[in-house]
């Protein structure tokens, strides 16, 4: 578990004490289409898919950081970004828990990754280095407190 304390983005806060979460957060190199090259909101994310559960909506991005990583010494490859919508008026939920297991194309399924909450998404970064499908299965207790199962499956090329 202590991967997960490294994740950049927190370690963004750590190291910039008094630079906005927002602002910390793109500086560690985590592209979340605000500071996108050509402006295109998503340019460079991953779609992996999205799923609606119980009125939730969950949209879920990756964003290879593969590169920015390994040159802080990181081995995560991807920063996993969840997007959770109200479905009947469409407004981001920002509050509560997440938390994702990884199955790897080898079948095995990791242990539980918390997603912290950023700016409008919760988030973490992984590892995802073999090629093949992903199933991403992301447990929620958001705003309502109902517990919510997504599920959604994505392949690395
Ligand atoms: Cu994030």
Redesign the pocket.
């Known amino acids: 578990m202590k991967k997960t304390l490294f994740?950049s983005?927190l370690l963004a806060l750590l190291v910039l004490p008094g630079i906005s979460f927002a602002a910390s957060?793109n500086m560690a190199g985590?592209d979340?289409g605000t500071m996108s090259k050509k402006g295109d909101v998503h340019k460079g994310m991953l779609t992996v898919g999205e799923q609606t559960v119980d009125g939730v909506k969950a949209v879920v991005y990756l964003?290879d950081v593969k590169a920015t990583m390994a040159k802080m010494g990181m081995k995560e490859t991807h920063?996993?970004?969840v997007h959770f919508y109200d479905a009947k008026d469409g407004k981001t939920i920002e509050e509560g828990t997440a938390a994702v297991k990884i199955k790897g194309p080898d079948g095995k399924e990791g242990a539980a990754i918390k997603l912290?909450g950023?700016?409008k998404?919760?988030?973490?970064?992984v590892i995802l280095e073999q090629k093949g499908a992903y199933v991403f299965a992301i447990g929620t207790q958001l705003a309502d407190g109902v517990k919510r199962q997504f599920e959604l499956k994505y392949e690395i090329k």
Do not use: E, K, R
């Open positions: 994740t983005c957060h985590m979340h964003n920063h996993l970004m912290i950023m700016d998404h919760f988030g973490a970064d």
